[in-house]
């Protein structure tokens, strides 16, 4: 009977270990073809325990049990070892989880500079990948771990309607089960380390939008306040721009008045009139022009951007 396994590291990036095996039920005797990572630690953790197990002295009896027969004895050990291992990768996420979260309540007692949001966003980015790194071998760690523990199930029946199983008491099948528990329970801390990083990072984007909207507010008073001052100016001109015009009219050449007082107009004064109205739309028109000569331009360069495809 030929079976696969394959068993995922779930805390580093190396290749998948995997095993492919067969089970010869007359003799119970299991052939193995393992293949994995270079100077994977947890793999050469599982071949010296098979070697305390199995390798014995001149002296030393062999070594027999239920255990002994039972072909997935191999894969609940590296599967066992992999868990282990992944503890290591495991608390020091969540040591660098919790300094990002007593660096954001700090920050968010007391006003922070801007260059210090990065680095925090830039750390919880990181919590996040491994996080979402370690759950995803976690997960795979569960299933591969459970389909172990079902197929051990349906192969022990079957075996068990021609002969008498030689591992019915092996305890490989509750190594199983405690694999899968406790991969269930790495999956729960891992959603809720995800969980705490999400309420981190909507922290900082709440700070980050609270300063902000403090700024905008302190522009808006600011505004308010030039805008008070810009009215004050423009009353002071709507004072004087009456006299200063009505002054300037009467001071030309134009006008004058008499030794008896009598108000002398010349008869040039047209040339204010046809001088003062032409160039007064000349300006109006130009300034028109250059209005809209100036929305053009940046009409076709909005065109010319959403045109191009590497705008943006």
Known sequence: ????????????????????????????????????????EWVDKAKDRLTHCFVRNENEPPYVSAEGHDPFLVQSILCHESLSGAKIPITQLRLKLYDVLDTVSEYSKEPFHRSSLKDMTEQLHKVSQDAD????????????????????????????????????????GDALEYLVQSLESQKRWLASYRSRKDIAMNLVFNLVTQQDSETGTEIARDTKADSASMKVI?????????????????????????????????TLVWLFVVTTVPLTVFILVVWVFWDSLLDWLLLRISQIKGKDPGAG
């Open 1 to 40: 009977m030929l079976l696969p396994w394959v068993e995922y590291t779930i805390h580093t990036r190396q290749e998948p270990c995997s095993v492919w095996y067969a089970y010869d039920v007359p003799s119970s005797t299991t052939t193995y073809i393992i293949t994995s990572g270079e100077e994977e």
């Open 234 to 266: 423009a009353v002071l001109t709507m004072i004087f721009l009456p006299a200063t015009a009505v002054s300037g009219f009467f001071g030309m050449a134009f006008f004058n008045i008499s030794d008896n007082g009598v108000f002398v107009s010349s």
């Open 133 to 172: 790194s370690l759950l995803v071998s976690a997960e795979m760690g569960s299933m591969v771990a459970e389909h172990g523990k079902r197929s051990r199930a349906i192969l022990q029946k079957e075996i068990q309607t021609v002969s008498t199983s030689p591992f019915s008491r092996s305890n490989v």
